[in-house]
Structure formats: structure tokens, C-alpha cells
């Protein structure tokens, strides 16, 4: 059984921000060796996601308005969670929709995608750094 | 170790439905001969979900119904992803929330399973060939 | 390859409830020897969430009252899942927001976890016996 472990660390300019990072994940793959098994990759910080979905900037604005709605950031306020001094409550929210983490079939040495697939860091709450976990296991 | 990789393809009459698959992934476990490990279940299209939880018609309405009022497809204008000239950019965040894969445990040779899980295929913009990847590792 | 697999059982005094499970997902994984592989913890029933997010009553206050607004539980009769004579056709709904499972990476023996991640039992419709599922496989 083989087993390989790398993290990427993100430290974004915005805020809020999607940022693909298939070809790493893809990389780490290829060095691990593993030909058959499982590729876990995930935030390691709960105020960020691991996702798939489409590369399309326009898609990419609609998630962040939607998002937006569905658990706003302002105003700050109407958090309990940033009585505490943070100001980040909704980053919580918005990654529980986008999700933690996501695990890929690695099917003759390669991730076993669908034709439109790709692998996103989802920031919520940047401008600091952050880290994400990638797990190889298989043989 | 032992791996078995297995596909199933989908062509849905009507654009958004869920589809039990749960004994097509108990079929797979089977033949894979693995006794102790991990099922992955990935909708391998990025408008599409797989997802566990109650075989039940009313609740699926339910669900038609809340997904429709937190991410509308109407009016299709809203959104910056079909100005591409796709009408799907709800389907893509439909899929968020009812999440792209399932993990399942495997002992004793069968899906360990709660009393109420059913696996399900979620499409949000069928009426087109759309495909499920089945993942078996362990021993 | 190793595997270990272990059972919890709860049943929460108030209908929702969150409870840190962090503990007794760390003593599983030492208890399975294993040093480098996955760990999957999923809720066993349909109305209930394994996730991970941070450990602070105000931010729990926060997803309570948020998923209250995107899936109220009253009017009950506004889902037709209540028609069976159910009244939880919400907690289905809360627990896709939410998630089933979570898997985590195991390096060195231990969780591979960012600073602040704890494992959290989210339930939406207690008062009675429900189970979460703890799956170790690896080396």
C-alpha cells in the first residue's frame, strides 16, 4: 500500500475567492505512484472549502452572489459568533454549503474525472495563510 | 488490497429527478469481493449529485421544491453563467447543496448502512448522457 | 492493511443538538494501529450530520438559527414527507446542508487536522437512539 501526503498553502489578496488547483492535485497523484485508490484533499482552516465544480468565471461570480445571499456577511452584528471579536461567522456558513473536502478515484495512475470536473480552494475568509491537506492512498 | 471501478450512465426524461442506485453499488461491493473498506460515489458531471437519504416520494418533492426556492431556475437572466448560453447555472448550485459524492463503509463484505440509507442519484439538467463513477478499495 | 470499525450511540435531550466527537474519533484511530491512511465518520440516520467546523457555542447558536431560515421546521405541514405522519421532513433537509460524513486524514498515527478543526454530531431530530459510524482503513 502506498501512501503520500502534501500540503499547498493559499494566502489570497481578496476576501472571498476560487482558486483552482486541479494541477496540483493531479501532480501529487503522478508522485505518489498510487495506481488504484483514493485522493483526499481538503481545507485544513473552517472557514474555507474543498470543491468540484465548473472553471467558468461567470459560474464563479454566481456562486459568490448566492452565497452572499444565503449567508451574508454584513451585518456583522446579527452573528453571536462575532461577538467573540471575529468578523468571519458567515465564512463558517457559506463553507458548510460549498463543503470541507472532496475524495477522487484514481484509476490507472490518474484522477478518474468527468469531463468538465476541476478541483477548487474556495477562500472565505483570507487576506492570511491558510492550508490545504492532499492524501494519497492505494496501491 | 483489491480495487473494482464501475460506471453507470443516466439519461433522465425530466430535467431535474432522483434516481435510487443503491442496488447498484450493493451489486458492485459484491463482485468486488472486498470484505472490509471504502465505497466512492461521485456524480462525474458538475449539474448532478450523489447523495444518501430517505427513499420516501414526499420528501423528493420536498427537496425539488427547497432546492427550487434557494436556487431558482427562473429567470434564467439572473445569472452570469448563462450568458456562456447554458440555462444551468441553478443546477450548479443545486448540486452544492446536495453534494457530489458519498462515502460508504464496507464490513463485512456489505454496504454498512443505518436502517433508512438509500443512495441516490440527484439530476438537476438531465435529458442528456450523464455518468456515475462506483469506487471499491480495501481487502 | 489495517481496518478498525466502531459504532456511537446518542440520544440528545433537545430535538437539535451539536456534540464534539473529536475525543472519540482520536481514541478509534489509535486503537487501529493505524499510522497512514482515512477515516470516515457519517452519520448511520437521515436526519442527522457528521461535519466539521470550529468548537464555539456562539457560531452553533449561528447555524442553528441559519438553517431555521432555510429549512423551517414550522409550518410541519408545508412538506408533504409530514403527510406520512412524520413532523421532521426539515431535518432531512438541514442534515444535506450540513453533510453525512467527513473524512479525515491520518498521518503519523494521529488526525491530520488544522488548527481549529473538530469533528461535531450534528443532529436535527433527537430524542431518540441514533448511531454514527467511525471506519478506519490504512497501514
Known amino acids: 500500500m502506498k501512501f503520500k501526503t502534501h500540503y499547498l498553502v493559499f494566502n489570497t489578496k481578496k476576501r472571498i475567492d476560487f482558486i483552482n488547483i486541479t494541477r496540483e492535485v493531479r501532480t501529487v497523484i503522478q508522485e505518489s505512484q498510487v495506481r488504484e485508490g483514493l485522493c483526499l484533499v481538503n481545507a485544513m482552516h473552517i472557514s474555507a472549502s474543498v470543491f468540484i465544480n465548473d472553471n467558468e468565471t461567470g459560474l464563479h461570480y454566481d456562486f459568490q452572489k448566492w452565497l452572499e445571499k444565503l449567508a451574508p ?52 475568509d483570507g487576506q492570511r495563510s491558510k492550508k490545504v491537506l492532499i492524501k494519497v492512498i492505494g496501491d
Open 73 to 124: 456577511h454584513n451585518p456583522i452584528e446579527q452573528y453571536r459568533h462575532n461577538d467573540t471579536g471575529e468578523d468571519n461567522a458567515d465564512a463558517h456558513l457559506k463553507r458548510q454549503i460549498m463543503g470541507r473536502e472532496v475524495i477522487i478515484a484514481i484509476t490507472n495512475g490518474n484522477l478518474d474525472f468527468g469531463p468538465w470536473e476541476q478541483v477548487f480552494y474556495g477562500e472565505f
